[in-house]
T-cell receptor, first 115, second 112 residues
Framework: DTEVTQTPKHLVMGMTNKKSLKCEQH?????MYWYKQKAKKPPELMFV???????INESVPSRFSPECPNSSLLNLHLHALQPEDSALYLC??????????????FGPGTRLTVL | GEDVEQSLFLSVREGDSSVINCTYT??????LYWYKQEPGAGLQLLTY?????DMKQDQRLTVLLNKKDKHLSLRIADTQTGDSAIYFC????????????FGKGTTLSVSS
């Protein structure tokens, strides 16, 4: 199973809502990532988890709260978002954070619209 | 961090070769990647190259790497209309937990 799954595929939420994005992989990968991609722009790194611990937060606003409850799951909790947060949110996983080649597998993304 | 640079647009005719260029920044990147993204779709890994290689060929795709100039290129032979997409080069940045840092993307338009 070389798949990263993300749910939901699409999400529409208001600025006062609380929602969560979910990412799952069963490849035994210990590095997991959240990226944000605006239309026609490159993916931008948000968070890196290594062995279930948050290792990198790229100065992301606190209205985005990541969580890694176990080695297979990565969540992104959303609260009080702004319309400019509308984007495709991509999850990825990798066998380790080391220097040997390990492909980074991307999920299909959650397309988020904030009204 | 510093940007990974790409030209933004490339337009070619079907059957021609396409060459997409990229300049990366992190000399400690061990791998460099090319991803393809079609409209409304996710990222598709096309190919990658190890930083101690000069060239890698994979069917219609040829990757050239000039490590001294930190220059990477992707050549697509016999370009087809189905190759129309945005192409991103990416480096794995060690300081970012070996996350991928992407260039801005090159939009390839193939006309018949």
């Amino acid at each position: 199973d070389t798949e990263v799954t993300q749910t939901p595929k699409h999400l529409v939420m208001g600025m006062t809502n609380k929602k969560s994005l979910k990412c799952e992989q069963h490849m035994g990968h210990r590095a997991m990532y959240w990226y944000k991609q605006k239309a026609k722009k490159p993916p931008e790194l948000m968070f890196v988890y290594s062995y279930e611990k948050l290792s990198i937060n790229e100065s992301v606003p606190s209205r985005f709260s990541p969580e890694c409850p176990n080695s297979s799951l990565l969540n992104l909790h959303l609260h009080a978002l702004q319309p400019e947060d509308s984007a495709l949110y991509l999850c990825a996983s990798r066998a380790s954070g080391g220097l040997s080649y390990n492909e980074q597998f991307f999920g299909p993304g959650t397309r988020l619209t904030v009204l | 961090g510093e940007d990974v640079e790409q030209s933004l647009f490339l337009s070619v005719r079907e059957g021609d070769s396409s060459v997409i260029n990229c300049t990366y920044t992190d000399s400690s990147s061990t791998y460099l990647y090319w991803y393809k993204q079609e409209p409304g779709a996710g990222l598709q890994l096309l190919t990658y190259i190890f930083s101690n290689m000069d060239m890698k060929q994979d069917q219609r795709l040829t990757v050239l790497l000039n490590k001294k100039d930190k220059h990477l290129s992707l050549r697509i032979a016999d370009t087809q209309t189905g190759d129309s997409a945005i192409y991103f080069c990416a480096e794995n940045r060690v300081q970012a937990g070996t996350a991928l840092i992407f260039g801005k993307g090159t939009t390839l338009s193939v006309s018949s």
